[in-house]
């Protein structure tokens, strides 16, 4: 870079994972700035920063952060212990339209998935607008994936640590945004990454994971959904494939597809949500063959490989954050659409539109061609 260090910025969440990505790129010798995203979740707010103020500012954390408490304080101290400038960033407007998106998403009969949107609109969108602010030539962060220059170009690729991986979460970064990327703990493994925070006398070294949707922190979506747009909360019907009623519920936004626990009917066998209908407000059960899809269309696409014809390209699909991949085809829908179709070697289970589908190479099964977001899914014959 002309003599001069290389400048990243790193969102650094308070946990063990980004704060060692920190530590690392220190290591290296890249000029780091820390950066803790506000995103005004319920009850918590940091010191220095008005509830309106959209700016990034180095502040004083309080003793509450912005997900969960004590994130912001965590990020804080490590930020000290590193000794590298530490900012925080007031997204709270930006985080708002995550969280419509959220339960538009669920007010529509499909299933959300908030953190990919995160990191598109605000990980890798609206960060990445800051960096360029103060002059950082990268944004990282503590994600397991990895980034393959090697030809010529930048290459999103699954984690190390298969159990850790999460290259599907980040599909929907742009190609020009992977240029603009570091990854630096994607060729570790978990129990390594503890290590290295723990010889690096960080105090986050041995906190838990988040297990939690940060703005719905005691896991009650459907309560967030009904606060926000409460002509959702109303009485429906629950039938069978064949239309027949077999009781009532108490809104379709409190099912998702593949559900067995809560359905609130007994047939003499394992009942299923098998689909959703929004207008009717009708919850449709079946059995778990019920649940069987051969292919699913998707749209909204984004593809950082090739873009696939109109004939069937060989892949590996992944229609879930936590299950493995699968072996598939996927094609473009010739019609003039945006549309793109995904056909799996076996029928897969609960495939729910508004879930990411996520493609890897099948030759280069680490490599993530692109992916979208399920419309709807075509039930096994």
Wanted: negative net charge; contains cysteine; proline residues 6%.
């Amino acid at each position: 870079m002309s003599g001069t260090r290389a400048k990243v910025l790193v969102a650094m969440s308070g946990g063990v994972d980004s704060s060692v990505a920190a530590a690392l790129l220190l290591r290296e010798g890249y000029e780091v700035v820390g950066c803790f995203m506000r995103l005004g979740s319920p009850g918590e707010a940091a010191e220095g920063l008005r509830p309106d103020d959209g700016a990034c500012s180095p502040v004083r954390i309080g003793h509450r952060g912005c997900c969960s408490v004590g994130d912001a304080a965590d990020a804080r101290l490590v930020a000290a212990q590193l000794d590298i400038p530490f900012y925080v960033c007031n997204f709270k407007r930006d985080f708002e339209r995550i969280i419509d998106y959220f339960v538009d998403e669920y007010a529509r009969g499909r299933t959300p998935n908030p953190c990919v949107r995160c990191n598109d609109w605000l990980k890798f969108g609206r960060l990445h607008e800051y960096a360029r602010a103060i002059g950082a030539d990268f944004v990282a962060s503590g994600h397991y994936a990895r980034i393959d220059r090697s030809r010529g170009r930048a290459r999103l690729l699954r984690g190390v640590d298969a159990r850790k991986d999460q290259s599907y979460v980040l599909f929907g970064a742009s190609r020009d945004r992977l240029e603009e990327m570091l990854l630096p703990i994607g060729e570790l493994e978990k129990p390594r990454v503890r290590e290295i925070a723990r010889e690096l006398g960080l105090p986050v070294f041995d906190k838990p994971d988040s297990q939690e949707i940060c703005f719905v922190p005691d896991d009650d979506y459907a309560g967030l959904v009904e606060r926000r747009r409460p002509q959702v909360a109303r009485a429906g019907k629950l039938v069978d494939r064949d239309g027949r009623v077999l009781g009532e519920h108490a809104g379709q936004h409190r099912f998702t597809i593949g559900q067995r626990r809560g359905v609130g009917v007994a047939l003499g066998y394992p009942v299923y949500v098998v689909d959703k209908d929004p207008v009717t407000n009708r919850v449709i059960v079946g059995s778990e063959e019920d649940l069987l899809i051969e292919s699913c269309t998707f749209s909204q696409s984004n593809w950082i490989e090739d873009e696939p014809e109109s004939f069937w390209r060989p892949c590996v699909a992944k229609y879930r954050y936590n299950t493995p991949g699968v072996m598939a085809q996927v094609r473009r829908i010739d019609d003039g659409s945006d549309g793109f179709e995904v056909r799996f070697e076996t029928p897969q289970r609960a495939v729910a539109p508004g879930q990411a589908v996520v493609l890897y190479d099948a030759d280069e099964p680490d490599v993530v061609i692109g992916g979208g977001w399920i419309d709807a899914g075509i039930p096994a014959r």
